[in-house]
């Protein structure tokens, strides 16, 4: 498991640690890191090895996330996306659509994302307002998706929205470039999280086959709770505990880096030494917590909801608190963005606001530990 999480770590040095500075200060999508993530073909993480990939597992899932949002939180979040949505064909798309699509995303030839924001829900995502009509063999989608992550540089993206056969939710596969689907292009100025290239995706009139739903008709609420939502949660618990240990090995670094006249250095300082060993601590708790969940999650222990939950709650908060401290310790430097501290605490805060956002994931696990039904 291990060799994993460090073949991951030496990857982001070499193919995605150059790019973060651009990619926050220009808000881009970190097109470099992606097209080696496709031609080293980690794009096949979770694809099984019938059909060319490399056949691994929710652990495997989070520690790779860990070693890249450890370098850059952008990257991992994108990157993650594009597992969840993966792992839904994986396990619940019909023999054809996985013929048709796992061998592709092996070789790196497809990208995915995940488009289940509207402005209406908010981050009750599962709650989609797309309208959905049917004329001869197709589907006909209209509506709007809002904060589509990856948008424009994804192939597919994963949508789910109201079925019209039966009640409940479909899931879709639906590709950017057919006709009806486009996107408002520059709307992403985020506080943090810059490069994620996320805009509104509007859909006009697509229309789609019967062949490109995931599972049976109606089916698609199951898969976001008991699928997507266990790779989603545990992959942001992920992002946000690689935040704070890229703050806590950023502020170390300094620490011992910065020097006064008299040869001492910042790292001397008795308050200092108290706040490092606080984020440390928190950095590296979050980390083990996050890998702990997911090894729950691939094992199917009783209380692994629970644990994936809490695991995000915890790096959500862990990531806020590391960087505030470490903002603290970098002092004047730091403000003024001579370090990245302060790019990595613009990130952390997306961790409470993504959908689900923090406070409605603590009611969820309110409700998972006194064996009440999510959502």
């Known amino acids: 498991m291990d060799n994993i ?22 808000a881009t999508f970190p097109k470099e890191s992606f097209d080696a993530l496709k031609k080293e073909r980690i794009t096949a993480l979770l694809v099984p090895k019938e059909y060319g990939g490399m056949g691994l597992s929710l652990e495997e899932h989070a520690q790779t996330v860990l070693a890249f949002a450890s370098t850059c939180a952008t990257t991992a979040l994108c990157y993650m996306m594009h597992n969840v949505a993966t792992n839904c064909i994986v396990t619940h798309g019909s023999e054809e659509l996985k013929q048709k699509f796992l061998p592709k995303i ?14 209406g829900s908010g981050t009750h995502f599962y709650q989609p307002e797309l309208e959905v009509t049917k004329k001869d063999n197709k589907y006909i989608l209209n509506g709007k998706k809002s904060f589509v992550t990856s948008a424009l540089y994804a192939d597919y993206c994963l949508i789910d929205a109201n079925s019209i056969d039966t009640e409940g939710l479909d899931n879709w596969l639906v590709h950017k470039d057919l006709m009806g689907v486009s996107y408002q292009e520059s709307n992403w100025d985020g506080l943090g999280m810059r490069g994620n290239a996320s805009m509104p995706m509007f859909l006009e009139n697509v229309q789609i086959g019967s062949e490109y739903r995931l599972g049976e008709a109606g089916s698609a609420e199951e898969q976001i709770f008991n699928t997507v939502g266990p790779f989603f949660i545990l992959g942001l618990s992920a992002v946000y505990s690689g935040v704070a240990l890229n703050a806590c090995n950023t502020i170390i670094d300094y620490a011992k880096n910065r020097k006064y006249p008299d040869n001492t250095t910042l790292s001397n300082i008795p308050t200092v030494q108290n706040h490092i060993s606080k984020i440390y601590t928190k950095a590296t708790s979050a980390k083990h917590f996050t ?4 090894k729950s999650g691939a094992t199917g222990q009783e209380d692994a909801l629970a644990q994936i939950i809490s695991a995000r709650l915890n790096a959500s908060e862990v990531a806020v608190d590391v960087c505030t401290l470490a903002m603290k310790i970098g002092g ?5 963005k001579r370090i ?22 603590s009611t969820w696990l309110g409700k998972a530990l006194t064996d009440q039904p999510i959502p």
């Open 5 to 26: 999480y460090n073949k991951m770590q030496e990857f982001a040095k070499k193919h995605i640690e150059p790019y973060t500075t651009d990619v926050d200060k220009n």
């Open 106 to 119: 092996a070789n790196g030839e497809i990208l995915l994302a995940l488009a289940y924001s509207e402005s």
């Open 291 to 294: 890998l702990a969940a997911a």
């Open 332 to 336: 004047g430097t730091a403000y003024a």
């Open 340 to 361: 990245k501290i302060e790019r990595l605490l613009r990130d952390a805060f997306a961790a409470q606001v993504m959908a689900p956002s923090t406070d409605v994931l």
